[in-house]
């Protein structure tokens, strides 16, 4: 490992959070709000990154795998640590709960502690929806350039079938990754405004929500989410919604125009696969409401399957059926590759591959049958992966259902909180439903959820790997 290094790159990813919060310092003058506790936080993040990105002198300048972990692991938890400063010096939220508000947006999940948002200063609003946007960039940076080269389940093959700005080694080229990405992300994001702004949303409401839309995120300026603004507003969301958990390599091979390429991805007809038909399935059972019934479905199908979390409407109302889908919605997640949450549906693909040939081998077992994917032979390495990345997500979100049902919460709520936080959501079902909060949980509660949110965000063994003993053995 070389601990300088990683220490550096980490001072200097405090430097660049404590330089964003001087987004919020700007809107507070605008508006006539307090605008030291964005100032204080910012100077603390930039001095404090600053001093240690200065004080470490590393001799080696080249990464390795564990330095890629202990880098990936430790800025989200410095960016959450750091982030939830504007909350707690601005008395908006206790300690606990400005960590929670922090680790739910850097994560993308947008579950929030918040019994109500519309009295919340903007300045406060604009740093939530950035945190988001920027959690948002840093896991697309991460999915593409830096989690196929550290072995994570499923990811290899990913690797392989990207095509356009991914690494081969955690080299420089990583930085021309990040930069092309980053173009793609900041041209969807200005696009996103516009369009809202058009709609009907004024400036402000619109870069917020342009800026947890592309993120699936789903913080909201309004206690009604989006429901609050016309269905103009909602189908401009829905789109960008969709974009946002589509692979940004697929988004890269379409500026490069191979259509082709984009047009023959398995796991992209996978995801709209899975999005129509959970559309048509609850369409098919809501009450009409006068021409809004697939506007809604699809809103909510788009907002749970990308881990947004936006509503339109409360679910929980809706039949029996349609909570159903909902349910086993909150585990899916997007493409790999997506700002979306979830298992992701490249790992569904192999999942179901890898079901497929074992079936197979029972009714033929002296005959010689490989799993493959898009016409390719999977690695064993590869399947194993993703079989043991799934027993982690569950016993995960198991145990910390248990945790939560141990403070008296009932069993639809306690699962629905586990599995919307570990797969990065945002509302659930019951006392967490898309009509409610997070902030009636017990702080151990909430703390726990922190580890999901995580978790969950950095794919699970990121963050195991990192808790493992012998990590840190020579």
Not at 14 to 37: M, N, R
Not at 444 to 461: N, P, Q, T
Request: glycine share 10%.
């Amino acid at each position: 490992m070389n601990l300088l290094l990683d220490l550096q790159i980490l001072g200097w990813l405090l430097v660049g959070i404590g330089a964003f919060q001087a987004l919020p310092v700007g809107v507070a003058l605008v508006y006539g709000e307090p605008s030291l506790p964005y100032a204080a936080s910012g100077a603390i993040a930039v001095l404090y990154g600053a001093s240690v990105a200065w004080s470490v002198r590393p001799q080696e300048r080249r990464m390795r795998v564990r330095d890629g972990f202990i880098v990936v692991t430790g800025g989200w938890l410095l960016a959450s640590g750091f982030g939830a400063l504007p909350y707690a010096l601005s008395g908006a939220l206790s300690p606990v709960d400005a960590l929670f508000e922090s680790v739910s947006g850097f994560t993308t999940t947008g579950s929030s502690v918040m019994a109500t948002v519309e009295g919340v200063p903007r300045a406060l609003h604009l740093w939530r929806s950035l945190t988001q946007w920027l959690g948002g960039m840093g896991i697309i940076v991460f999915t593409i350039a830096v989690l196929p080269l550290l072995g994570i389940g499923g990811m290899q093959l990913f690797k392989a079938e990207v095509s356009g700005p991914v690494t081969d080694k955690l080299t420089p080229r990583i930085a021309v990754t990040a930069r092309r990405l980053w173009l793609i992300y900041v041209g969807f994001t200005l696009a996103a405004i516009v369009l809202l702004w058009f709609a009907g949303m004024d400036l402000f409401d619109a870069v917020c929500h342009a800026f947890t839309t592309l993120a699936t995120g789903g913080f909201s300026t309004r206690n009604a989410s989006v429901g609050a603004f016309p269905p103009a507003v909602q189908w401009v969301v829905i789109v960008f919604m969709l974009i946002g958990g589509i692979s940004f390599a697929l988004h890269y091979r379409l500026f490069a125009r191979h259509f082709r390429q984009v047009a023959r991805d398995v796991e992209l007809r996978l995801y709209l696969g899975i999005l129509l038909l959970a559309t048509a399935a609850i369409a098919a059972v809501l009450e009409d409401d006068g021409g809004d019934t697939v506007r809604h479905a699809a809103f909510q199908v788009v907002s749970i399957v990308t881990t947004t979390g936006f509503a339109t409407a409360d679910y929980e109302k809706w039949p029996p059926f349609a909570q159903f889908v909902i349910f086993h919605l909150l585990i899916v997640g997007g493409m790999a590759g997506s700002t979306a949450g979830g298992i992701k549906t490249l790992r569904l693909l192999l999942g179901l591959s890898a079901l497929r040939t074992f079936i197979w081998r029972l009714t033929h077992p002296h005959a010689v049958r490989s799993v493959r994917y898009a016409g390719r032979t999977v690695p064993d390495d590869v399947v194993s992966g993703v079989a043991v990345f799934f027993l982690a997500y569950l016993a995960i979100a198991t145990i910390a259902a248990t945790i939560i049902a141990a403070f008296g919460y009932d069993i639809v709520t306690s699962m629905s909180a586990a599995l919307t936080a570990i797969g990065n959501v945002g509302p659930g079902l019951g006392h967490v439903g898309p009509s409610e909060h997070f902030g009636h949980l017990p702080a151990v509660a909430k703390l726990v959820l922190c580890f999901c949110m995580l978790a969950g965000r950095l794919e699970i063994f990121t963050v195991l790997v990192i808790l493992a003993p012998h990590f840190w053995r020579r």
